[in-house]
Nanobody
Framework: VQLQASGGGLVQAGDSLRLSCVAS????????AGWFRQAPGKEREFVAV????????GYADSVKGRFTISKENAKNMVYLQMNSLKPEDTGSYYC???????????????WGQGTQVTVSS
């Protein structure tokens, strides 16, 4: 399956953004999905994960209460609603899909290209 992320941009602290990730085919409904981010000079880090049917979600402590992940299998989509953005949220955001529900990037088989989020103070 191929993934394509979009929705990034340049915003001010406190603003909101909604990232979208579309999958190329319906097999996406059988995968768990996650969002990861990577800042320059840093390792890729976990942001949020959702189970294949959307019934279970998990978040990094740094985004809990501010970000919401959702999955719409009928449209082969996964979203990341980001509210109350902070400068430390800046980075390239990647969507991923795989057979394991994981907060680690390793088990994910499929990755989208990054979409850049820049939050100015």
């Amino acid at each position: 399956v191929q993934l394509q992320a979009s929705g990034g941009g340049l915003v001010q602290a406190g603003d909101s953004l909604r990232l979208s990730c579309v999958a190329s085919d319906r097999t996406f409904s059988s995968y768990h999905a996650g969002w990861f981010r990577q800042a320059p000079g840093k390792e890729r880090e976990f942001v949020a994960v959702i189970s294949r049917n959307g019934g279970l979600t998990g978040y990094a402590d740094s985004v809990k209460g501010r970000f919401t992940i959702s999955k719409e299998n009928a449209k082969n989509m996964v979203y990341l609603q980001m509210n109350s953005l902070k400068p430390e949220d800046t980075g390239s955001y990647y969507c991923a899909a795989g057979a394991s529900y994981s907060t680690s990037p390793s088990p994910y088989n499929y990755w989208g290209q990054g979409t850049q989020v820049t939050v100015s103070s």
